[in-house]
């Protein structure tokens, strides 16, 4: 089975996005077992390193993949089905929140939505240089 990463990255290669324009993260910085989503206890402790990051490297457009990305980032209010697609600006930042690769690989016909949030993203990416 391909990378969930490499699938991600591909679909940004398709869209002329180059990997060293890009910056990735995760929320925890290892592998809860069998590789579940993070426990909140788990989320919390490393999101002081992700704002470190996140200040460093002070992205313009941050993508968030999934309903865990995009509930710790933006808040436990949002919600991956009704946001995903839909900028939200925060303290300077656009944010995309966009379906996790490992759900196009559940319901690939999650993968139209997932491009063309890509292609938004790409659009909003010309558009702030």
Excluded at 38 to 65: G, H
Excluded at 98 to 123: C, G, Q
Aim: proline share 5%; glycine share 6%; net charge positive.
């Amino acid at each position: 089975m391909e990378k969930l990463e490499n699938l991600w990255i591909k679909h940004l290669f398709g869209l002329g996005i180059k990997r060293e324009e890009l910056y990735i993260a995760n929320i925890v910085k290892c592998r809860p077992p069998q590789n579940r989503n993070p426990e909140p206890d788990e989320a919390k402790a490393c999101m002081d390193y992700l704002r470190n990051q996140v200040v460093l490297v002070k992205p313009k457009i941050i993508v968030l993949l999934g309903s865990v990305a995009l509930k710790n980032i933006l808040g436990e209010e949002y919600g991956i089905t009704k946001s995903r697609g839909v900028w939200v600006q925060k303290n300077g930042i656009f944010y995309m929140p966009t379906w996790h690769p490992a759900a196009l690989l559940r319901d690939e016909t999650k993968k139209i939505d997932f491009w063309n949030d890509l292609k938004e993203v790409k659009r909003k990416a010309n558009e702030l240089e």
